[in-house]
């Protein structure tokens, strides 16, 4: 039996990319899954397409009531949390001379602000049931800076702080507390980024494994780092990234 079996696990940005994965690979191990994410035509789509003991909510993360109306409900209708992983988020790729002030603040209300809405609601819920594992995402632009994505970099950078202050917070109540930077990840938010299938081409070749990372292979982090087999590991950043940010790839 799978440690995960009949366990409550709430992810957000649940609807497509990682956070659908990770819905899918939590479901498949035999856990419980609040699936939240923006009411929309990708969260129509993931219900359809997922099965077991899943309860999708919408809501947005960038709205503090939303999310805890969300973790309320999870708890209500399942049972008690687990763990929590944070999968919402977006990307905007602009020059800083041409990132506007609505933009920026977009980005924060949505990448960081929504985290700590996430976390908030999460360590509410997880202190109460005496521990749990809490995970966010960061991103691999929140180590290495690329032209385009100062906006974008600043929240996953502020999202390792936050998670690293929270470790030390909330170590003693039993709960874990982690960040997961996947690299570039073959989603369809990351197909909006590119202008051309040149432009991704070029991109791929600058990872070392020479691809990029499918959804799945970054749930499978996600899901080692709510799981027990993590059990020692707190206050990190797991970085999912083909070795791109830690190596001189040959013939580059």
């Known amino acids: 039996m799978s440690h995960f079996s009949n366990k409550v696990y709430l992810v957000t940005g649940a609807s497509s990319g990682i956070g659908l994965a990770t819905t899918r690979a939590l479901l498949a191990q035999g856990a419980k899954v609040a ?9 129509d789509e993931a219900k359809r397409r997922l099965s077991g003991d899943v309860l999708f909510i919408d809501a ?15 708890e209500a209708e399942l049972g ?17 001379t041409e990132t506007s002030d609505e933009l920026w603040q977009t980005l924060i209300h949505v990448n960081l602000s929504g985290t700590f809405h996430f ?5 509410r819920c997880l202190t109460s049931n005496g521990g749990g594992s809490l995970v966010c995402t960061a991103s691999e632009l929140s180590l290495v800076g690329q032209a385009g994505y100062t906006a ?5 950078g502020g999202v390792l702080s936050m998670m690293r202050a929270l ?14 930077s996947p690299g570039t990840t ?5 197909a909006a980024e590119f202008a051309n299938e040149q432009e991704r081409a070029r991109d791929e070749a600058s990872v070392p494994l020479g691809r990029f990372a499918q ?22 950043n797991l970085v999912v990234d083909g070795g791109r940010t830690t190596t001189f790839p040959l013939g580059h």
């Open 35 to 43: 699936a939240v994410a923006l009411q929309d035509g990708l969260l």
């Open 60 to 74: 947005d993360v960038s709205k503090s009531a939303q999310v805890d109306a969300a973790f309320t409900r999870a």
């Open 80 to 96: 008690p949390l687990s763990g929590a992983f944070n999968a919402a988020g977006i990307s905007r790729v602009a020059p800083i």
């Open 119 to 123: 976390a908030r609601a999460a360590a």
């Open 152 to 156: 974008y970099a600043a929240t996953k």
């Open 167 to 180: 470790a030390a917070e909330l170590a003693p109540a039993g709960v874990r507390v982690n960040a997961l």
């Open 186 to 190: 073959d989603t369809p938010m990351l």
């Open 215 to 236: 959804a799945e292979e970054i749930a499978a982090a996600a899901l080692w780092l709510l799981g027990p087999e993590s059990s020692y590991v707190t206050g990190t």
